[in-house]
């Protein structure tokens, strides 16, 4: 996942404001350990509509379309 991409949450429950939106990832956020590992990133999607802008782990996400 890249800034630019659109994005879908993975496993949302029936009746919640995102389901089946696209948002689109406006910053990413990955730590690397002392160790030299990667902690899973976390992306942050700007959503449509009045529901806003929240950091989420890249793997409740599905692109759909890559920037």
């Given at each position: 996942?890249k800034l630019g991409d659109?994005v879908?949450?993975r496993?949302?429950p029936?009746?919640?404001?995102?389901?089946?939106?696209?948002?689109?990832?406006v910053?990413?956020?990955?730590?690397?350990?002392s160790d030299?590992?990667v902690?899973s990133p976390?992306?942050q999607?700007?959503?449509?509509?009045?529901?806003?802008?929240?950091?989420t782990?890249?793997?409740?996400?599905?692109?759909?379309?890559?920037a």
């Open positions: 996942m659109l879908r949450k496993n949302v029936p009746g919640h404001p995102v389901r089946d939106a696209i948002g689109i990832i910053a990413i956020n990955e730590v690397t350990r030299g590992t902690d976390t992306a999607v700007q959503w449509p509509g009045d529901y806003g802008k929240f950091w782990t890249t793997q409740s996400l599905e692109v759909m379309s890559e």
